[in-house]
């Protein structure tokens, strides 16, 4: 089992930025694939963007493509999420989770497939 606590959440204005950070607990942070996934507000929660067991590949949703990277640092048992250029749509609670069951180079976007979850940072970005 991985316990997961995120961090690097705030209030920031339209164009700023943030890292978010998600440390993980135990030896085999790097047997997960790992998500970040968001939820504003009376919406579902969804997929943002997800790394492989071994930090190859990575996925995004399109809308933070190309403002958003993901990535991890399995000696520190950490997945990062750099967010640039946030936009006020970008507000809600932050999750990451990780997966156990993906390959070394795959990963997965459906939240129900993921098996363990942080609580959540919030991060709202202003007008």
């Known amino acids: 089992q991985v316990q997961l606590v995120e961090s690097g959440g705030g209030l920031v204005q339209a164009g700023g930025s943030l890292r978010l950070s998600c440390a993980a607990s135990?030896?085999?942070?790097?047997?997960?694939?790992m998500g970040w996934f968001r939820q504003a507000p009376g919406k579902e929660r969804e997929f943002v963007a997800a790394?492989?067991?071994?930090?190859?590949?990575?996925n995004y949703v399109n809308s933070v493509k190309g403002r958003f990277t993901i990535s991890r640092d399995n000696a520190k048992n950490t997945v990062y999420l750099q967010m640039n250029s946030l936009k006020p749509e970008d507000t809600a609670v932050y999750y990451c989770?990780?997966?156990?069951?993906?390959?070394?180079?795959?990963?997965?976007?459906?939240?129900?497939?993921?098996?363990?979850w942080g609580q959540g940072t919030q991060v709202t970005v202003s007008s």
């Open positions: 989770a990780a997966d156990r069951r993906s390959g070394s180079y795959t990963f997965r976007i459906d939240p129900r497939e993921y098996d363990y």
């Open positions: 135990g030896r085999t942070f790097s047997s997960y694939a």
């Open positions: 790394i492989s067991r071994s930090g190859a590949n990575t």
